[in-house]
C-alpha cells in the first residue's frame, strides 16, 4: 500500500490533478479516453491474452519469447486501462458551448492574445489530459491558462514565465458553439 500523497504507479508519465481539484475534461476528451479504454478492453487486451496462452503452450517459458513480451505488453495495458479507468471515473466533464458567460475565460475557451512583442498566440484551454501545444490546447492548470482565466477582452494579465513576468493582452474569446 502507498503512504497518502504519493503519485500512482499508473500515473508516472502523466499530469497530476491538483489536490482537491475535479478532473475538468471536454466532452471530446472524455470521449476519446473512453474509446481508448474500450479499444484497450475489448480489441488489444484480448489478443494480447491470446498470443500470452498459445505462447505459454509452447513449452518453457524462461526463452519464449513470444511470452515474455506479451506479459510485458499485458502488464502495460492492464496499467493504461486503470489509469483511464480513474480518470474517468473522477472526470467532470464541461461543455464549453453551454458556458453563458462568454465574455469572460473560463474552462473550454479558445482565446487570442498579444504578447509585449506584437506577436498574437491562439490557445484553447482543455482538461490536463487532453493538453497538446502543437495543436493550441493548454491546460486549465498551465501558467498561461491561470493567467488568462476570468479575463475579459482587452485586459491585460500577467503571465509568470521562467523569464520573468510578462504582460499579455486578451484579444479575443470565443467559445464552440451549442450542438443543436
Given at each position: 500500500m502507498r503512504p497518502a500523497g504519493t503519485q500512482d504507479e499508473d500515473e508516472d508519465d502523466a499530469p497530476r490533478i491538483p489536490a482537491g481539484t475535479r478532473n475538468y475534461m471536454t466532452p471530446e476528451g472524455?470521449?476519446?479516453?473512453?474509446?481508448?479504454?474500450?479499444?484497450?478492453?475489448?480489441?488489444?487486451?484480448?489478443?494480447?491474452?491470446?498470443?500470452?496462452?498459445?505462447?505459454?503452450g509452447n513449452g518453457d517459458r524462461s526463452e519464449n519469447g513470444?511470452?515474455?513480451?506479451?506479459?510485458?505488453r499485458l502488464r502495460e495495458i492492464d496499467r493504461r486501462i486503470r489509469f483511464l479507468s480513474k480518470r474517468l471515473e473522477n472526470a467532470e466533464v464541461v461543455d464549453a458551448s453551454r458556458q453563458p458567460r462568454r465574455d469572460q475565460v473560463f474552462f473550454g475557451a479558445t482565446v487570442t492574445y498579444a504578447r509585449e512583442d506584437g506577436t498574437e498566440r491562439t490557445v484553447t484551454i482543455v482538461g490536463i489530459d487532453e493538453a497538446d501545444m502543437d495543436q493550441g490546447k493548454v491546460s486549465w492548470i498551465s501558467?498561461?491558462?491561470?493567467?488568462?482565466?476570468?479575463?475579459?477582452?482587452?485586459?491585460?494579465?500577467?503571465?509568470?514565465?521562467?523569464?520573468?513576468?510578462?504582460e499579455i493582452e486578451v484579444v479575443a474569446i470565443a467559445y464552440p458553439d451549442a450542438a443543436s
Amino acid at each position: 500500500m502507498r503512504p497518502a500523497g504519493t503519485q500512482d504507479e499508473d500515473e508516472d508519465d502523466a499530469p497530476r490533478i491538483p489536490a482537491g481539484t475535479r478532473n475538468y475534461m471536454t466532452p471530446e476528451g472524455f470521449r476519446r479516453m473512453q474509446e481508448e479504454l474500450r479499444s484497450l478492453l475489448r480489441v488489444e487486451r484480448p489478443k494480447v491474452v491470446e498470443v500470452v496462452a498459445w505462447a505459454a503452450g509452447n513449452g518453457d517459458r524462461s526463452e519464449n519469447g513470444d511470452y515474455i513480451y506479451g506479459k510485458k505488453r499485458l502488464r502495460e495495458i492492464d496499467r493504461r486501462i486503470r489509469f483511464l479507468s480513474k480518470r474517468l471515473e473522477n472526470a467532470e466533464v464541461v461543455d464549453a458551448s453551454r458556458q453563458p458567460r462568454r465574455d469572460q475565460v473560463f474552462f473550454g475557451a479558445t482565446v487570442t492574445y498579444a504578447r509585449e512583442d506584437g506577436t498574437e498566440r491562439t490557445v484553447t484551454i482543455v482538461g490536463i489530459d487532453e493538453a497538446d501545444m502543437d495543436q493550441g490546447k493548454v491546460s486549465w492548470i498551465s501558467p498561461i491558462a491561470r493567467a488568462l482565466l476570468k479575463a475579459r477582452e482587452g485586459d491585460l494579465v500577467t503571465l509568470r514565465t521562467p523569464q520573468g513576468p510578462e504582460e499579455i493582452e486578451v484579444v479575443a474569446i470565443a467559445y464552440p458553439d451549442a450542438a443543436s
